[in-house]
């Protein structure tokens, strides 16, 4: 799943018309859920950018157990870590332990 914030920052994010067409084929065949904001008060001692929000929001809000991001630079301090009840990790860390008990813990 991902949120349409999510999706959008990824079409900004890409160039070239075939990945751009790749990334269409794999919204076709996930479930969008609706971009969310936590409340101020409801964020507690996180520190995030403004913008990254609404990625954690609408994982928050769409009940997910992971957030998989490859971005480092905004969200690499919480790799590995739960936050507001997601574990935080990079695609490639994910893919790498999809078995572990670890992982899904």
Do not use: C, Q
């Not at 084929?25 to 904001?37: E, G, K, Y």
């Amino acid at each position: 799943m991902a949120s349409s914030f999510a999706i959008e920052e990824a079409r900004r994010n890409l160039s070239g018309v075939e990945r751009l067409a790749r990334l269409e084929s794999l919204v076709d065949r996930m479930r969008v859920v609706p971009a969310s904001i936590p409340d101020p008060e409801s964020r507690g001692d996180i520190e995030l950018a403004e913008k990254d929000w609404p990625i954690l929001g609408g994982a928050v809000a769409a009940g997910a157990t992971h957030l998989i991001t490859g971005d480092a630079r905004d969200f690499g301090r919480w790799f590995g870590r739960k936050v507001l009840g997601i574990l935080i990790v990079p695609p490639a860390a994910y893919l790498r332990s999809a078995s572990s008990p670890d992982l899904h813990s």
